[in-house]
């Protein structure tokens, strides 16, 4: 396929493009295989992490954590030193509900997860807004379910039982 492509559009198809601008890296990992990586371009990658770091950050894809996420990540992110960045690299890898019931409590999270400082920094904003937004009689206990839409299965035992109906012959 290359040799039909080489004849059709020339031997420059087959040469190799020189690499005549150096672009940031499109990975979230700050380590360098070279130790002689200026600080200006080690910056510049830095700048590039928070900058995608915050975009998915706030752009999930679930409305409640990008919310959730969002907030606490335009505020310290930019903060953040290079170890705090990998680690959020790491936690935005996850699944969005499994990184939602984490968050909220609904379930325990895996032990990599409780070791990750930026997760656990983020878990307990997430409490604190729980606790500070929502009453203590509107929130699940610890390791429930939140109840998804209405509870009326009340209504069913209150309900009169219907006349029965004739039989038709």
Same mark, same amino acid.
């Given at each position: 396929? $290359?040799? #039909?492509?080489?004849?059709?559009?020339?031997?420059?198809?087959?040469?190799?493009?020189?690499?005549?601008?150096?672009?940031?890296?499109?990975?979230?990992?700050? #380590?360098?295989?070279?130790?002689?990586?200026?600080? !200006?371009? #080690?910056?510049?990658?830095?700048?590039?992490?928070? !900058?995608?770091?915050?975009?998915?950050?706030?752009?999930?894809?679930?409305?409640?954590?990008?919310? $959730?996420?969002?907030?606490?990540?335009?505020?310290?992110?930019? %903060?953040?030193?290079?170890?705090?960045? !990998?680690?959020?690299?790491?936690?935005?890898?996850?699944?969005?509900?499994? $990184?939602?019931?984490?968050?909220?409590? %609904?379930?325990?999270?895996?032990?990599?997860?409780?070791?990750?400082?930026?997760?656990?920094?983020?878990?307990?904003?997430?409490?604190?807004?729980?606790?500070?937004?929502?009453?203590?009689?509107?929130?699940?206990?610890?390791?429930?379910?939140?109840?998804?839409?209405?509870?009326?299965?009340?209504?069913?035992?209150?309900?009169? #039982?219907?006349?029965?109906?004739?039989? $038709?012959?």
């Amino acid at each position: 396929m $290359l040799r #039909s492509a080489a004849k059709r559009f020339g031997a420059v198809w087959l040469q190799p493009v020189p690499a005549v601008c150096s672009l940031p890296s499109t990975s979230y990992s700050l #380590s360098s295989s070279s130790s002689s990586v200026d600080a !200006n371009t #080690s910056e510049e990658r830095r700048k590039g992490m928070v !900058n995608k770091l915050l975009y998915r950050s706030k752009q999930r894809g679930f409305l409640e954590l990008d919310l $959730l996420i969002g907030l606490w990540a335009e505020t310290h992110i930019p %903060q953040m030193g290079l170890v705090q960045l !990998n680690e959020m690299a790491q936690v935005l890898d996850e699944e969005n509900p499994d $990184l939602f019931k984490w968050l909220t409590g %609904q379930l325990q999270p895996p032990e990599r997860m409780s070791k990750n400082a930026v997760f656990e920094a983020i878990r307990s904003h997430v409490a604190q807004q729980v606790q500070d937004s929502a009453p203590a009689t509107t929130r699940a206990t610890a390791g429930r379910d939140w109840v998804r839409g209405w509870d009326d299965s009340w209504r069913e035992a209150n309900k009169p #039982s219907p006349e029965p109906q004739p039989k $038709l012959q």
